[in-house]
């Protein structure tokens, strides 16, 4: 039998010239640290985006907070700024340090973006902010408004009406649709949602009562999005929110680190070199943790380490990475199957957008397996009540296996952050999980409860 060739190579000769990648297509937790990671001020060349960029989208936003308010009163009481707290999780921290024979000896802390209001996840971020400003840019330029306005007037009838003339559409796995079609429709815009095959049935389902058309695809997170492009080039009317390549998502994401910053002074938390900053993201197509890594490394620059987080069936991050062919080479070259539990994360090519972009500012990805993220749902549940669907908890890990793996280990060394480690700042970003369905969640938290301690973080 012929051998396969992907990219050129034949998997013995990639598995030859990259041997993390025996055990990635053996489904086994790795742990990979960015040899092409570079200091700041070098690597933020990749990308044409700055501080400038951000610091618009935000005033962005503030325009749309008494919109928001409005539309959503769940936002009156933080003026239609759509934020999650930052919080120390001091009993679930002691039970992850038990857990993993490590002694205390750093800080912990969750950001809780399953609390977003309107969509409870992280993807309201980038999701909210690409529809609010495509509705800004058609009104700026049929002169329905000027940027001094009162953003309230979008929650009128004649501004929807007029939205009513336009279509959107977004390809997702889930999350990212929920916060498109829920903006979308509020704002008067027809919107289409194509969803994956491990889309779950009630976000699909909350989207119809939304009155969103959900188009089901029984292919995966790649075939959805390409489906929902084709349908916008053939439609003039339709802006399509391209998961894969949207700056505008991007940005939007972004804003949240000049936010987190100020979280961590009401903290009275300091970042510097002597106290570093990890952050640990869960990422799937990449765009979420690519533009909250973009706007963390554009506020802390070489003080904070960015790490990404995957499920061990869809590391695509880490294999566009770790090869350099990025969106050219998918999970199924390796024989991944791209199926998981964390049905956010389930993306088998990632978005080469983020990955040229970030390829030098990335610490590294680890993967982690179906179960870990299961059991620590339920240790979440119980020891902190807080209730995260399985994609959020990819991040919770990051802390430990930075601090025990070999090749994290190893990362500490080289960056000169051993002796600073005591001082230092962990945030496990928590994505998702805010408007999972009581019933869907027991299922989880079940799953979680069957796995045995052991060694499984």
């Known amino acids: 039998m012929k051998e396969k060739i992907t990219a050129g190579r034949s998997i013995q000769d990639w598995v030859k010239k990259y041997p993390l990648l025996k ?7 790795v742990f990979w640290t960015n040899p092409c990671l570079s200091a700041f001020e070098t690597a933020r060349q990749d990308l044409n985006l700055g501080m400038r960029d951000i610091n618009e989208a935000q005033e962005r936003l503030q325009r749309f907070s008494p919109y928001l308010v409005k539309a959503f009163p769940e936002t009156g009481k933080s003026g239609g700024i759509i934020e999650s707290p930052l919080i120390k999780i001091p009993d679930l921290e002691k039970e992850l340090h038990q857990i993993n024979g490590i002694a205390p000896g750093f800080r912990l802390l969750l950001k809780c973006d399953n609390e977003l209001p309107i969509s409870g996840s992280i993807k309201a971020r980038g999701g909210f902010y690409a529809v609010l400003k495509h509705a800004e840019d058609l009104a700026l330029e049929n002169g329905l408004i000027r940027t001094d306005a009162d953003y309230s007037i979008f929650a009128d009838k004649n501004f929807k009406k007029f939205f009513s003339g336009y279509r959107l559409a977004v390809g997702s796995t889930g999350n990212l649709g929920l916060s498109i079609g829920i903006m979308g429709a509020a ?18 389902e909350l989207l119809r009562q939304k009155g969103v058309q959900v188009i089901e695809h029984s292919s995966d997170y790649s075939q959805a999005v390409e489906q929902g492009r084709n349908e916008a080039e053939r439609q003039p009317d339709m802006f399509f929110v391209d998961d894969e390549n949207s700056r505008d998502l991007f940005l939007g994401y972004a804003v949240a ?10 903290m009275d938390i300091q970042v510097d070199a002597q106290h570093p900053l990890f952050v640990y993201l869960p990422c799937g197509v990449g ?3 690519g533009g909250i890594a973009f706007g963390l490394k554009q506020v802390f620059g070489d003080n904070v380490h960015c790490f990404f987080a995957e499920p061990t069936s869809s590391p695509c991050m880490l294999l566009g990475l770790m090869t350099g062919l990025h969106n050219r080479i998918s999970v199924n070259d390796f024989g991944l199957n791209n199926q998981t539990a964390a049905d956010g994360l389930a993306v088998g090519r990632a978005s080469a957008f983020v990955g040229r972009s970030l390829q030098r ?8 397996s179906d179960p870990v993220l299961h059991y620590l749902l339920s240790l979440t549940r119980d020891a902190e009540g807080i209730d995260l669907e399985p994609s959020a908890l990819a ?8 601090l025990n793996s070999g090749e994290g280990k190893r990362y500490l060394q080289e960056q000169k952050l051993v002796s600073h480690m005591a001082k230092s700042t962990h945030i496990v970003w928590a994505t998702g999980g805010g408007m999972v369905p009581e019933e869907e969640m027991q299922k989880y938290y079940a799953a979680g409860k069957k796995g045995e301690l052991g060694n499984i973080l």
């Open 23 to 29: 055990p990635i297509m053996s489904r086994e937790e």
């Open 187 to 204: 704002l008067g815009f027809k919107t289409c949602v194509h969803m994956s095959g491990d889309a779950r049935e009630w976000k699909k």
């Open 257 to 266: 680190a000049p936010r987190l910053k100020n979280d961590l002074k009401k």
């Open 287 to 289: 765009g979420g943790p």
């Open 361 to 368: 500012q990335i610490s590294g990805i680890y993967t982690v």
């Open 395 to 402: 991040g919770m890990p990051g802390p430990f296996r930075l």
